[in-house]
Nanobody, 120 residues
Framework: QVQLVESGGGLVQPGGSLRVSCVAS????????MFWYRQAPGKQREFVAS???????NYADSVKGRFTVSRDNAKKTIYLQMNSLKPEDTGTYYC??????????????WGQGTQVTVSS
């Protein structure tokens, strides 16, 4: 089945950097827009960044200028480079993607998340 697997989370000090990755696998006919969301304890999941298959990107205002999204279509991977991290960036980071399988049905898929903690 289709899977999204995130990696690269961890503990980092304020002002530090971290890069998280998400790899898609399974019976994928077409990989569309890929997204990053995050969820802090006690808060709703929120949009962070996205990138289309044509490399058009979008960012939440809270991360503009600090985070950079990129993707490698050959590797079916999306990355999120996070710089100048703040304690409020702490949360579980989830990958989401629009994936069309070989029955030509597009669906949204979620990864299991990777924890990012920004703390001194």
């Amino acid at each position: 089945q289709v899977q999204l697997v995130e990696s690269g989370g961890g503990l980092v000090q304020p002002g530090g950097s971290l890069r998280v990755s998400c790899v898609a696998s399974g019976p994928i006919y077409s990989l569309g827009t890929m997204f990053w969301y995050r969820q802090a304890p006690g808060k709703q999941r929120e949009f962070v960044a996205s990138m289309t298959s044509g490399d058009n990107w979008n960012y939440a205002d809270s991360v503009k200028g600090r985070f950079t999204v990129s993707r490698d279509n050959a590797k079916k991977t999306i990355y999120l480079q996070m710089n100048s991290l703040k304690p409020e960036d702490t949360g579980t980071y989830y990958c989401n993607a629009i994936i069309t399988t070989f029955d030509y049905t597009p669906n949204f898929y979620w990864g299991q998340g990777t924890q990012v903690t920004v703390s001194s």
